[in-house]
């Protein structure tokens, strides 16, 4: 079946840190990759996307590149804040189904 | 300013006791859904809509019904709740395609008791 896998968390770094949070999937056809975040008390806000092969998404100092080969669409940051603090979702969209799956959420807790 | 709004934020109800979460945006968007959020489960689908009069349903949608009678409202019924539909839900809507990202409202917490 179509699904997202991430790493569980929590993640705690120490601020400057290097952040990865791992996300593979699992999809019959051709899916377009998101991550997206969510704050204490809010619904989600996207933070990436990457709609092919090989594409790379990026804002606010996060990064995630689409690896068809691997079947996976890692987020890294290369200094994380305390306000990057959040559950981070990866998420898959397939046009052949026109339904969306979210991985389980990976908690970052990051301490000055 | 482009938003989803859902009501109500919190609801604590009994079993059997028929409730709505309303759902609307201002966005035009064709594309609208219902998530359920569970500890170490994330987000799950529960309906989608494509458009007006066009539903079908997601990976968990027993004992949920939805309704697409205008293009900016998307309700979510529970016509006999029960316990394990406690949860925080979520709806979303985006344009139809499928590379365009969902936009959220800020959830409705649901207690069954």
């Known amino acids: 079946g179509n699904s997202v896998t991430q790493m569980e968390g929590p993640v705690t770094l120490s601020e400057e840190a290097f952040l990865t949070i791992n996300c593979t999937y699992t999809?019959?056809?051709?899916?377009?990759l998101f991550w997206y975040v969510q704050y204490p008390g809010e619904g989600l806000q996207l933070l990436l996307k990457?709609?092919?092969?090989?594409d790379k998404g990026s804002n606010k100092g996060f990064e995630a590149t689409y690896r068809k080969e691997t079947t996976s669409f890692h987020l890294e940051k290369g200094s994380v804040q305390v306000s990057d603090s959040a559950v981070y979702f990866c998420?898959?969209?397939?046009?052949?189904?026109?339904?969306?799956?979210f991985g389980s959420g990976t908690k970052l807790n990051v301490k000055p | 300013e482009a938003q989803v709004t859902q009501n109500p934020r919190y609801l604590i109800t009994v079993t059997g006791k028929k409730l709505t979460v309303t759902c609307s945006q201002n966005m035009n968007h064709e594309y609208m859904s219902w998530y359920r959020q569970d500890p170490g489960l994330g987000l799950r689908q529960i309906y989608y809509s494509m458009n007006v009069e066009v539903t079908d349903k997601g990976d968990v949608p027993e004992g949920y019904k939805v309704s697409r009678k205008e293009k900016r409202n998307f309700p979510l019924i529970l016509e006999s709740p029960s316990p394990n539909q406690t949860s925080l839900y979520f709806c979303?809507?985006?344009?139809?395609?499928?590379?365009?990202?969902?936009?959220f409202g800020d959830g409705t917490r649901l207690s069954i008791l």
């Open positions: 999809a019959t056809g051709y899916p377009s």
């Open positions: 979303a809507s985006s344009h139809r395609r499928g590379d365009q990202p969902q936009h």
């Open positions: 998420a898959l969209f397939l046009y052949n189904f026109n339904k969306f799956y």
């Open positions: 990457a709609t092919k092969a090989d």
